[in-house]
């Protein structure tokens, strides 16, 4: 290759690493401004792909939602995933999919073939990536009171007063 050549290319690697760079900063600062989606995950990428080939697998989206994604066929009203790592700790999160009965930590208003189904049979190992990743499923501050409401009407059936309301 001819030195000019080189420069040529090596140009054209540089303003298109630019234009990528600029315009993904606009388009975070355009985010910004409107706040954006408030859920987001603090895992890593390893801890990412293996917590959602288990929500996979385990087929947790035949009844619940994660990143605003529900099951067109699924009529369950069980509390969507998104943001439940800050509702819940991982040390909840775990006991609970270890519990052989799951309501007796978290009492269910369906009908048993709607309930959360026990994952007590799973490897250890499994269940930690479990609760792992859902409780790195966060929500932003400015959203948190929406995400509270949001599981404790799905929970209860009831409507949500909030903390303030109740003293
Ligand atoms: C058959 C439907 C169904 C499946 C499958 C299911 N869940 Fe659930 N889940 C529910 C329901 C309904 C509740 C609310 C409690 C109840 O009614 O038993 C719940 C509750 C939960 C909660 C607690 C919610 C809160 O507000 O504290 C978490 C966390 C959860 N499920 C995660 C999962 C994960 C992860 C999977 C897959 C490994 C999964 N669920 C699979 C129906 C389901």
């Keep these: 290759m001819k030195k000019g050549e080189k420069g040529i290319l090596i140009g054209i690697a540089v303003s298109a690493v630019l234009f990528w760079g600029v315009n993904g900063y606009r388009m975070a600062q355009e985010e910004g401004e409107d ?3 408030p859920f987001y995950t603090t895992a890593s990428v390893e801890l990412q792909n293996k917590g959602s080939e288990l929500y996979k ?3 947790c989206r035949d009844c619940h939602a994660l990143w605003g994604v529900r099951n067109p066929m699924q009529s369950v009203p069980a509390p969507s995933l998104d943001g439940m790592g800050s509702l819940r700790s991982e040390a909840w999160l775990y006991e609970y999919f270890s519990a052989e009965d799951p309501q ?3 009492p269910s208003r369906l009908k048993k073939k709607y309930q959360m ?3 007590a049979y799973l490897s250890e190992e499994d269940r930690k990536v479990l ?4 409780a790195s499923l966060k929500v932003e501050d400015w ?3 929406e995400a509270k409401k949001s599981a404790f009407e799905k929970l209860t059936g009831e409507e949500y007063k909030s903390d303030d309301s109740e003293k």
């Design 117 to 119: 189904p026990s994952f």
């Design 57 to 59: 697998r385990l087929a």
């Design 104 to 106: 007796a930590i978290l």
């Design 131 to 134: 609760a792992a990743y859902v």
């Design 35 to 37: 706040k954006g989606i």
């Design 143 to 145: 959203y948190l009171e």
